[in-house]
């Protein structure tokens, strides 16, 4: 499951003679805000999003990666943490470079792609 988390904003600018938004006019804007999600045994009929009762309802998902934006909407770096699938630990992968990343660090206002695995039942 992917998640998209948005992390970006687009506002209509009041056309120059008043007469309301333009469709070419907006500004465009970043949203930094930290949002918080589990590495771990996210299950979504608790949230509302599968039936309470039903075959999905007790389905868990575990995250494996996360992309990250740094920068604004018009440019920016994107990097990866990524879960290795034997190890269980966290890595940060930015370009040509890898180095280990604490879970407690993965969590950040720079998400914005989140990777979830359904967990086998």
């Known amino acids: 499951m992917i998640v998209h988390l948005k992390r970006f904003r687009f506002d209509a600018v009041p056309s120059p003679g008043g007469d309301g938004p333009s469709l070419l006019a907006y500004r465009a804007r970043k949203l930094g805000h ?61 370009d040509e470079e890898v180095e280990p990343l604490e879970p407690a660090r993965v969590p950040s206002e720079r998400a914005y792609l989140l990777f979830f695995g359904r967990r086998a039942t």
């Not at 039936?51 to 868990?60: F, H, L, S, T, V």
């Open 34 to 94: 930290h949002v918080d999600f589990a590495l771990r045994d996210l299950r979504l009929g608790p949230l509302g999003v599968v039936a309470a009762r039903g075959p999905d309802a007790q389905a868990a998902f575990d995250l494996f990666a996360v992309t990250y934006h740094a920068g604004s909407c018009g440019f920016g770096h994107y990097t990866s943490a990524v879960r290795h699938g034997l190890t269980q630990r966290w890595h940060l992968f930015d």
